[in-house]
């Protein structure tokens, strides 16, 4: 099995060459961070938790609006490339099983949403130092980048099932933005931990002053949503015949 | 009991809402043959030839390949035995056309020697650093069988391959097919709208029309069916279909016409004076011959479009 795992890993990494996703991957988050740098160099006033207060402008527009558009662009072209050319055809006749090629997929989107993330914070610190903040970096960095990413990853597996079910490149890249923008309310509602696209603001403690969550309803949550959806899009792709498309 | 044939179908049936585009398709497959699958745009041969790959669920029936009934648990070591070129090519575009078949090679676990040997074999060992969206459509046919040769499975099923294809790379297209069973001991299921094109490359036919297999056997069979004959048009028809009967000669009759077998000619004028003694007036004797266009028009229909 883990033999077909790597064999689909490596397939996918094959066909993502050239890929011109990475330009969204580089300017989204820096979009986000000059954004929110500009608005604490702004306010700094009114700002003076440091790092935290940096944090929490930096993540505003990032966790609601920049990272599910980057995962629900991402997840798009994984799926486009199979769309388009009647790539169907070769995709399920390949001598795999279907969940190793799934897992071939989300493995990339899951690659994606964890280098996205690193050059999150590493804008982060760049951006702190050039902002003029002197004291240490926050230990509890580590933390919020591992729940956010995992939070990541359940967005990822949410926009791999509308993906492949979607065939329009453009439509599942506005659900994940809607479903983004929503996560805010739900997040303000305490709904957040239900909520598949809220877990990655959780994790990464966006709009969260007191910078706490509960950890282990966010891992078991996570864990969930993840089982459900990709178990869903092998579901999906078993029974649902590209012959009669 | 173990099955004599590579491929076997048993009343497969497919069926889109109320339409059953296969209706109970009995295939039979020979290891080593190049077999033609031949029927009219929209027959149901390209669905047929996706329920074989486990690309579209049978509605009813079963299908072996290998002498193994395929089933959800051994799909992957079926498919794994098995290439294909269904509808129009695969590929990436943004890839070139080694970055392509790499792929192909990687997900079938194959040798990467593969690549340099089937990208020699359909003649793109020159191209093989270009983009395939600046290929030809030609180029990305031959991209597709040569994706389909990885591996160098048992089975090879090419849907329509020389659609697109200019008339060299048509001919091209026919001797290599024609070439894999000796070559590389592989069995060849092949799809055309065309005669001719299977009339060259097969050596076993099955004529699907309207979702049904009309007709299947070797094409020798076939041929055989295009045999001369002669046809008699007399003023009393049953009395001398009784005479020829008599005379142990099997006769059919085609509207006004009688059929008879080929035969010479001092025979011939011998039935003419037996036919005329019992007063039986002759308005024409001809020498006819069914071409195979004949005999798959009046299979599949002459409304039916080639």
Redesign the interface.
Known sequence: ML?FYI??V??ES??L???PVWLAFFSLPIISAFFGTMNYTLNIGVLKSEWYSLWSQHTFFLCYLFMPALIGTYCSYLWR?EHT?????????????LSTLYLGKLTQAVRVSVLANLWIFLLFYVCGRLAGIRSPFPREALEWYLCGTLGAVVICCVQLLFSLMIRSFAIPVGIALAGGIFGLYMTNRDYGMNYPYSLYCMGMRANNPNMEIHIPALLVNSAGYILVFAALSIFYLRVH????D | MPTPYLVETHNLTKQ?GKNRCVNAVNMHVPPGAVYGFLGPNGAGKS?TL?MI?????PTEGSITLFGTPVSEKNR??L??Q?G?L??????????TGE?NL???Q????CSEKDISEVLKIVRLSEARGKLVNHYSLGMKQRLGLA?ALLGFPKLLILDEPTNGLDPAGIQEMRELVCSLPAAYGMTVLVSSHLLDEIDRMADYVGIIRKGGLIWQDSLESLHARSKEQIALRVSHTAIALDLLRQNGIEAAQEEEYLLLPMMDDAYVANLCRQLVAQNISLYRIEKREKSLEDIFLSLTGKESSL
């Not at chain 1, 070769?90 to 099983?97: M, R």
């Not at chain 2, 269904?86 to 890839?95: A, C």
């Not at chain 2, 990687?106 to 676990?109: E, P, Q, S």
């Open positions: 033999t064999r689909a490596r397939a094959l066909k060459k050239r890929s490339l050319r009647h790539n169907w055809n070769s995709f399920l006749t390949a001598p795999l099983p015949e590209r012959a009669a | 889109y669905t996706k790959l486990g690309l579209a669920r992957m070591k498919l794994a098995t294909s269904i509808e129009s090519p695969s590929y990436y575009g943004h890839l970055e790499r792929i192909i990687t997900l079938k676990g994706a």
